[in-house]
């Protein structure tokens, strides 16, 4: 009797109909941040297209403004960081019409080491971006908070987690197949176009093909010495006796702890730089001698650079498509 009377009360407080509760498991609001009133463009011309105006400046590649009213964009997720490789950061990308192929692009960072599991690849969100502060870091257009770097630089950095739950907003689930998702391929025409170095044009998602130059014939015996270690690179050597590089080792890290390559380019002389963060799984991978596709999140600095979002974004092309 006593064993029967547990088993009632146990399976009267268990109730099949109920869903669980995950409400309190996310980072994002579960209610609307607001309705969409203006667009990822706008945004960047307001308040990415310089100095002038904006709240904080340090200099003409790093400045912001706090948002004080309500501005509420769309965007759908195609950059995270699921491989290491990008640090807080992921990246948002509308278009303006059907036959748009560049998009609109903006750097979303958020004080997290493990944003992908919340921020999906074609996940679209809402941001309201009230109480949070735009402008650029290294001349790219960000969303963020300011920070004191460890060189006392106040700079636009991440914002905190907690503003998560209040100014962003996941809109559906994640869309494998968003076409937002497609990188865009420049050609050696656009990219060595000085009008096309602008804050539209940067970030965007894009593919560029090329080889690494640091590991074409004897390059690959030559170490590269750190600027900050001063220590020379590793050189490897395989099974074969073929010796071979790596994407980013620890020893070449610069102050922001980032690894420069540069991809030459097939269709002219043109270069773009290929950079990686130190300690992840593509830091540590081999350096394809052959021509490769590398995608990634295109900005412009000095020069025009792209940062791969995880190692698939590197392939390997065939033989008879490098001619």
Not at 66 to 71: L, R
Not at 134 to 161: D, E, R
Not at 221 to 236: D, L
Not at 295 to 318: H, K, S
Request: hydrophobic fraction near 35%; glycine fraction near 6%.
């Amino acid at each position: 009797m006593f064993a029967a009377l547990s088993a009632f009360c146990l399976t009267g407080c268990m109730d099949n109909n109920d869903d669980p509760d995950l409400s309190k498991f996310s980072i994002t609001s579960q209610t609307s941040v607001g309705e969409v009133n203006t667009t990822i463009a706008d945004i960047k011309k307001k308040y990415c297209a310089g100095r002038n105006g904006a709240d904080f400046s340090r200099n003409a590649s790093n400045f912001y403004t706090q948002v004080k009213d309500s501005q509420v964009i769309e965007g759908v997720i195609v950059a995270n960081d699921i491989s290491g490789n990008l640090y807080q950061t992921l990246m948002l990308r509308s278009f303006s019409s059907e036959t748009d192929t560049i998009g609109d692009c903006i750097l979303l960072s958020i004080k997290n080491t493990c944003l992908y599991p919340y921020f999906q690849l074609g996940q679209k969100v809402k941001v309201n971006l009230k109480g949070l502060y735009v402008g650029c870091y290294s001349k790219t257009p960000k969303i963020g908070q300011p920070y004191y770097t460890s060189y006392g630089n106040l700079n636009l950095g991440p914002m905190l987690l907690d503003l998560c739950k209040t100014n962003i907003e996941l809109v559906g689930a994640p869309d494998p197949n968003a076409r937002e998702l497609k990188p865009w391929v420049p050609t050696d025409a656009w990219l060595r176009a000085t009008a096309n170095r602008t804050y539209q044009n940067s970030p965007t998602l894009a593919t560029v093909r090329g080889y690494i130059t640091e590991v074409q014939g004897d390059n690959v015996n030559i170490p590269a010495v750190g600027e900050v270690t001063g220590e020379k690179e590793p050189i490897y050597m395989d099974a074969d006796s073929v010796k071979y590089k790596i994407f980013a080792p620890e020893v070449l890290h610069d102050d922001g702890y980032g690894v420069d390559r540069t991809i030459q380019l097939l269709t002219n002389t043109s270069k773009v730089t290929l950079r990686t963060s130190t300690e992840n799984e593509i830091a540590f991978t081999r350096i394809p001698v052959t021509t490769c596709t590398f995608t990634g999140i295109l900005t412009y600095y000095d020069g025009w650079q792209v940062q791969l979002r995880a190692l698939d974004d590197l392939n390997i092309l065939p033989t008879e498509q490098e001619q």
